[in-house]
């Protein structure tokens, strides 16, 4: 199997993004759950986007409105307070893509599947 070109890859990722973007829309309420204040718009990263392993998972998401998304501590608070169980998980993926061992290249065809799966 030969390499995808860097080019390719972003375009990839950009599609992959906007798929889960509104995957993690579709599975939120139409109100803000962290203010009650503002229309659910933006889809959170519960764990940097930056980490790949968890960057497409609809469980790495939480639907927010604008300004409550430009406060991620105050989500985790909300979160650990609301969403234990959830809380917990994130907890756990940090702490194996910290001190875990290079994760598995991504496999994108198995993640887009994933995602339109939703649809
Ligand atoms: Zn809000």
Redesign the pocket.
Known sequence: MHSKSKKMIGSIVRTLDTLWNRGVLMKSPMV???????PVTDAHHLISRKYWRTRWLIKCGLG??R??HKYPARTMTWLEKNRPERYEWVQQQRKLILTGQKPEPIDFDAVYKSLVRLY
């Not at 803000?32 to 503002?38: A, H, T, W």
């Open positions: 803000c759950p962290i203010c009650n204040d503002e927010v409105g300004r409550c």
